[in-house]
């Protein structure tokens, strides 16, 4: 099949053509998901390297899992972040172990003008904020409000409740508009508060 | 009481995300070479792609009858073949020779003895040297 046919195909199909040994199924699945695996993974563990080796942890595993994956029972985008979820959470626990655990702060500065610097700052002022919360909430906030995922489909990521995850999410959200309520002039915000 | 100062606004934390959204990475080459060899070789280790009967199957448990488990038990082969023979001889003996085994029951070597037994006295005498040994005539004549 060409490979742009393939893009439209859906991730089930693709992952059984790949266990049936088409190549270029592997292909379209890793330039589908890597980008939000990796994405995820560097969002919970903050760090860019170690996000990589989780993302081709996870992508190991649904290879190994394609030849008994089976249409309707998960979505593999799910079963995805499921995976990503685990291996960061015991990424985490094992960094605590050895007193990795340090919180960066986000870098001072004055606000840029440049838009993409201006991006670039708020995005780690975020990931700085995000990691200040407890590591359940800062998945579902990520998975809601970044990755995109509905709340029945992080219920099924972090194998918890419906509305579990609707107060992860919550009091998540809140926490962070806390811990960034005192940066809203450099993060360009001043005028809405004016 | 909570100051609105105290927390960005849900609108603001929503550029923020929108932000982080658009912050998505994009995978290096050495990355997607990474994966899509790990792809290769899952694939070439299931044998994907190949007929059925080109691909490898796991290995079944051998299944052994009952007598080859008894045999097992008893070191195999060669253990089975010295218990057969020694079932045989030590029947072959014990048929063979009730004189001999009431010999050495009912005396003593090398002297006359008393055995007490319920109150009476059985006296024996001494053994032959040939008291000791199986009779070859009892043998034959037990058949």
Redesign the interface.
């Known amino acids: 099949m060409p490979f742009d046919a393939q893009n439209d195909t859906s991730d089930d199909a693709l992952l059984i053509a790949f266990g049936n040994g088409d190549r270029l199924a592997a292909r379209v699945l890793t330039d589908r998901h890597a980008p939000r695996v990796i994405g995820y993974a560097a969002r919970l563990l903050k760090d860019r390297a170690e996000a990589e080796d989780v993302a081709q942890d996870a992508m190991m595993r649904l290879w190994k899992i394609a030849p008994e994956w089976r249409t309707g029972e998960a979505k593999v985008t799910t079963w995805l972040y499921r995976v990503v979820t685990n291996l960061c959470t015991d990424r985490l626990r094992k960094k605590r172990g050895t007193g990795l655990d340090e919180v960066a702060e986000p870098e001072d500065g004055k606000p840029s003008q440049d838009a993409v610097l201006m991006q670039k700052q708020r995005v780690a002022a975020l990931d700085a904020a995000l990691h200040t919360l407890p590591d359940r909430q800062r998945e579902a906030v990520v998975l809601r409000h970044i990755e995109g995922l509905s709340n029945p489909e992080i219920a099924q990521v972090l194998e918890i409740g419906v509305e579990a995850v609707e107060s992860l999410t919550a009091r998540g959200k809140r926490a962070l508009a806390k811990a960034l309520a005192d940066q809203r002039e450099t993060l360009g915000f001043e005028d809405d508060t004016a | 009481m909570t100051q609105?100062?105290?927390?960005?606004?849900?609108?603001?934390?929503?550029?923020?995300?929108a932000?982080?959204?658009?912050?998505?990475?994009?995978?290096?080459d050495a990355?997607?070479a990474?994966?899509?060899a790990?792809?290769?070789s899952?694939?070439e280790a299931?044998g994907?792609?190949?007929p059925d009967w080109a691909r490898s199957k796991p290995a079944q448990p051998v299944r052994k009858s009952w007598f080859a488990n008894l045999l097992d038990s008893v070191g195999g082969w060669r253990g089975g073949a010295g218990l057969a023979t020694a079932t045989v001889m030590g029947l072959a003996i014990g048929l063979g020779a009730p004189t001999t085994v009431t010999d050495l029951a009912s005396g003593t070597w090398g002297g006359t003895a008393v055995a007490q037994s319920a109150g009476a006295s059985i006296e024996t005498t001494s053994y032959a040297l040939d008291d000791l040994v199986p009779s070859f005539y009892d043998l034959a004549a037990e058949g």
């Open positions: 609105r100062e105290d927390f960005l606004s849900d609108a603001d934390l929503d550029t923020l995300f932000d982080a959204q658009s912050d998505a990475p994009v995978p290096s990355f997607m990474r994966v899509l790990d792809a290769d899952v694939q299931s994907a792609g190949l």
